[in-house]
């Protein structure tokens, strides 16, 4: 699977359990410790846990991947999920705020979220 494939499944997943201001970031020209950053924002602990839970435990099944580390998860205020060539970031919001990651990484290229749910709709027509 390649890395800009990884980051879509990943923002696929945490949007299934209705994350928000969900944003795949492209730093391969300005960092050598990731290729693409997911950001992505829950309204509480349990729905951040939920989103994380859905990225590690989708991307085990689907494709047989595992990630590197996982931190946070117990708490649920900020959830890092490394798989290497993406890192997903899924934050009870206010955290994300205080942090202020998509401010850190301004000058990354962004990358559209591909509609799934539209492609949904337009084979169950």
Known sequence: MLSQDRAQKCAELV???KAYN??????RKISSLTDFLVLASGSSDRQVK????????????DYE???IGIEGLN???WVLIDYGD???HVFH???RL????????????????????AEAVQTSS
Not at 107 to 116: V, Y
């Open 15 to 17: 949007l299934d359990k």
């Open 22 to 27: 969900v944003r795949i970031l492209d730093v």
């Open 50 to 61: 939920a989103a994380a839970e859905s990225v590690h435990l989708g991307l085990k099944k």
């Open 65 to 67: 991947t595992m990630p």
């Open 75 to 77: 708490e649920g205020r």
């Open 86 to 88: 993406v890192m997903v």
């Open 93 to 95: 919001e206010p955290i």
């Open 98 to 117: 205080f942090y202020d990651l998509d401010g850190l990484w301004c000058d990354a290229d962004e990358i559209m979220l591909q509609d799934t749910t």
